[in-house]
């Protein structure tokens, strides 16, 4: 009984020890797929309601009128690591004349905890991580990228996605969303 007790002692011992030295991760999450909707700024001083009563600003226009779906339009963005790499994917379609001829980027918001610091888990200051770019032509633009990481392979590196979407310039144009109609 004894040597029971003192071998799941130790157990636990070890076991709270690794703990510390890494933090707790999925064991997969290698891809994320989203929608594109266009992209609203905050309301950040309410003034009216929706019918659900929810708080709202009225007549909030696009972060980017230079740049907008068409009544048909659509897209979406992906991001698949790969190693030490993400392959950035963006397709949008049916985009308003007003878009045509700009330069539209892949964009990431991230926030990255690693155990690849030197005595413990811990979590890199938020960075934007762009690629793939493509020029909007007939309403249309279709881009693919791979950027690095900044992360070794099996680190324990994982990213939360605080944005993702589609600059036009510095405009976060396209979001990552899902339509209500």
């Not at 130790?10 to 891809?31: D, Q, Y």
Request: proline letters at 3%; glycine letters at 12%.
């Amino acid at each position: 009984m004894r040597m029971r007790f003192g071998g799941f002692l130790a157990a636990a011992v070890f076991g709270l020890a690794g703990a510390a030295w890494g933090h707790a991760f999925p064991a997969t999450a290698k891809s994320i797929k989203s929608a594109l909707v266009q992209n609203y700024p905050a309301c950040i001083s309410p003034d009216t309601q929706t019918t659900a009563n929810q708080q709202a600003c009225l007549g909030a226009s696009e972060v980017d009128p230079s740049c907008l779906f068409g009544s048909k339009g659509n897209g979406s963005l992906s991001a698949t690591i790969s190693k030490q790499s993400i392959k950035l994917h963006g397709a949008l379609h049916g985009l308003d004349p007003l878009c045509e001829g700009k330069t539209l980027t892949g964009a990431l918001t991230v926030r990255t905890t690693t155990d690849s610091c030197a005595t413990d888990h811990c979590t890199v200051v938020d960075q934007e991580i762009t690629g793939g770019t493509c020029t909007v032509k007939k309403g249309s633009c279709v881009f693919n990228a791979t950027v690095a990481t900044g992360f070794d392979a099996g680190a324990g590196s994982e990213m939360t996605i605080l944005t993702c979407g589609v600059k036009n310039g510095s405009l976060q144009t396209f979001a990552c969303g899902i339509m209500v109609k």
